[in-house]
């Protein structure tokens, strides 16, 4: 569906709770039960390790004050020295299991949200806009994966070594430990006013990127629209204005995070001080050793280093945690049984199907008015019918819905004896190709391009093919003929080659029913021309629909529709509708004084 089409405000797709993302983590890492096991092992066995010295120190200071023999503080001396190197080790494995792990979730992830977004009804990739679907596929994908390269790896390490180093310190004295606990409090104070006011921040962050994504993907691809009507300021504003959204969200989230950490730096001071008074009280009535007393505060100082690191990856590990919601969140999106271009959805035969279409009804979610008001007309199976009316009139909402883009509010649409109501879109591609003026060409060999359309073709048909469109004599000029690269980084083509492309797939794809919305509109009036012909060629032995930019295309149909604000007022042919004097006629006449 086009722009000139009335429509609802887009809104965004759907975002996962955390617990949602945190259960689609979970169910993946039981997936993969080796792996995560002996990630969680070596996390924990470099944790111990890199404890294990601070206690060790303790035993030394009891060791010096009660004048243990030199041998049994050069056996204590080795075996730091060992557990430091050994906690090394195990910390470095960790980091690279912690990768790896994270490495295959981000894979799935993305697998997953691709083939949501690929697997969701046209109507619904059109009503978020496509800044918000890229986002998600495109930036959140991007931050999640910095965040598991950085982040993630940090904050689980650090966490699992802040449980060890507090078990530790109630190894030590329960009391000492208790008066080291005494700073969880104000941590997690700190941690409780913290987290409920910057997760949604890093949402809405991540939410005005794909608004500022969908006003720059909007203003590109009508650029020619924004320069003919001088609306250049008008667009530049828009951007302007979406991210300086994104600025100040950004400067917002970096200033909750800057009071995070004056809290818990708070905490640290709080512990420290509680464990060095009870410490020295205990020293003095005899209850704890001097080296207890000593490996206490280092033990809780050892706190400091990955507590630290939590905080200060903290930031990326929001960014992360919001990319991971809004990425799972896009499978609870509705979406087709099948991917749309499924290999094994085939027409089941290649002859002609008639296409009727009965009191059709459609309004945009949110709109107040309906664009299509009970609509019927039909094709006759190997019949043409076009569409014309002016800019607003329903047109491209019509042949979307005749495609099978979208479910209509009241009315139907048969081809053959199937109801499109009753098909999910792949089945519905198999029976309806739709080609509009937003052609595309992927980067890659011009026959891998081809074979999108029929995968199993011979390189003997997908020439054919081309030649049917009139594309056989540039493509035999081609240094690699249909290996030669075309799209991005390939072979420079223009607007009516990449048409004939388009209308080649179109041969190759064999469907019965073909809708053709304004396919030659963007070509020039000579390149037009060959396009009209090669829109004739494609689209022989089958029942079409031509949404008419041209009058003479409208001509070569067998029959013509005209539409006026969402209702059918004139069908006939060319002949028949000049005669009658009606919308029709004074369409042509402009036409035939405008050429």
Same mark, same amino acid.
């Given at each position: ?382 019949? @043409?019918? *076009?569409?014309? &009316?002016?800019? /607003? %009139?329903?047109?491209?909402?019509? +042949?979307? $819905?005749? #495609?099978?883009? =979208? !479910? ?110 304004? @396919?030659? *509109?963007?070509? &020039?009036?000579? /390149? %037009?021309?060959?396009?009209?012909? +090669?829109? $004739?060629? #494609?689209?022989? =032995? !089958? ?53």
């Amino acid at each position: 569906m086009t722009a000139t089409d009335t429509r609802a405000t887009s809104v965004n797709l759907h975002t996962a709770t955390g617990g949602e993302a945190a259960r689609w983590v979970a169910g993946h890492c039981r997936q993969a039960p080796w792996l995560t096991a002996s990630t969680v092992l070596t996390t924990v066995a470099g944790a111990a390790l890199q404890v294990l010295p601070v206690l060790l120190l303790g035993r030394v200071v009891d060791g010096v004050v009660g004048g243990a023999s030199r041998s049994i503080l050069l056996t204590v001396g080795v075996l730091m020295v060992a557990a430091a190197l050994l906690g090394a080790a195990a910390t470095a494995a960790s980091t690279y299991l912690i990768g790896k792990l994270g490495a295959e979730l981000l894979a799935r992830l993305r697998e997953e949200a691709v083939r949501a977004v690929l697997g969701m009804p046209s109507t619904r990739v059109e009503q978020v806009g496509r800044g918000d679907v890229l986002s998600r596929v495109g930036d959140d994908v991007a931050v999640l994966s910095k965040g598991i390269r950085t982040a993630v790896p940090t904050v689980f390490s650090a966490g699992v070594l802040v449980v060890i180093a507090t078990i530790g310190m109630f190894g030590l004295d329960w009391r000492l430990g208790l008066a080291g606990a005494g700073a969880l409090p104000a941590y997690a104070l700190a941690l409780r006013w913290y987290l409920p006011r910057s997760a949604p921040l890093y949402r809405q962050q991540r939410m005005a990127q794909a608004d500022r994504a969908q006003a720059l993907i909007s203003g590109l691809n009508g650029i020619d629209t924004v320069r003919a009507y001088r609306l250049e300021g008008d667009v530049r504003e828009k951007v302007t204005s979406e991210s300086w959204r994104v600025r100040n969200l950004g400067v917002e989230v970096f200033r909750f995070f800057g009071r995070f950490v004056g809290r818990e730096n708070r905490a640290e001071f709080i512990g420290l001080v509680l464990i060095l008074v009870v410490g020295y009280a205990l020293l003095e009535g005899g209850a704890a050793t001097l080296g207890e007393v000593s490996a206490a505060p280092l033990m809780f100082h050892r706190l400091f280093t990955p507590l630290g690191a939590i905080m200060f990856t903290f930031d990326e590990a929001q960014k992360s945690g919001a990319s991971l919601t809004r990425l799972v969140g896009v499978f609870k999106e509705p979406a087709e049984e099948r991917l749309v271009g499924d290999r094994s959805v085939r027409p089941a035969d290649v002859a002609p199907h008639p296409v009727t279409v009965r009191g059709l009804t459609f309004r945009y979610p949110g709109a107040e008015e309906p664009v299509l008001r009970e609509v019927s007309l039909s094709i006759p199976a190997g019949g @043409s019918l *076009a569409l014309v &009316g002016a800019t /607003g %009139a329903g047109k491209s909402t019509l +042949a979307a $819905l005749i #495609a099978g883009i =979208g !479910r209509p509010g009241a009315g139907s649409v048969r081809i053959g004896a199937h109801d499109l109501a009753d098909l999910d879109e792949a089945g519905a591609r198999a029976l309806v190709s739709i080609l509009t003026q937003e052609t595309h060409v992927f980067a890659g060999p011009l026959g891998d391009d081809l074979r999108l359309a029929a995968p199993e073709a011979s390189d003997a048909e997908l020439l054919d093919a081309l030649r049917t469109v009139g594309a056989g004599a540039w493509v035999e000029l081609l240094p690699d003929g249909l290996d030669t690269r075309v799209g991005e980084g390939g072979e420079r083509l223009d607007v009516t080659k990449v048409a004939q492309i388009a209308l080649a797939r179109l041969v190759l794809s064999r469907s019965p029913v073909v809708v053709l919305d304004e @396919s030659t *509109a963007e070509a &020039g009036s000579e /390149g %037009a021309a060959e396009l009209e012909r +090669a829109v $004739l060629a #494609a689209c022989s =032995g !089958r029942t079409t629909l031509f949404v008419a930019h041209r009058l003479t295309q409208a001509m070569a149909a067998d029959r013509i529709a005209v539409l006026d604000a969402g209702r059918v007022v004139e069908e006939g042919t060319h002949s028949e509708l000049v005669a009658l004097g009606g919308q029709y006629a004074r369409l042509w006449r402009a036409w035939r004084e405008g050429s």
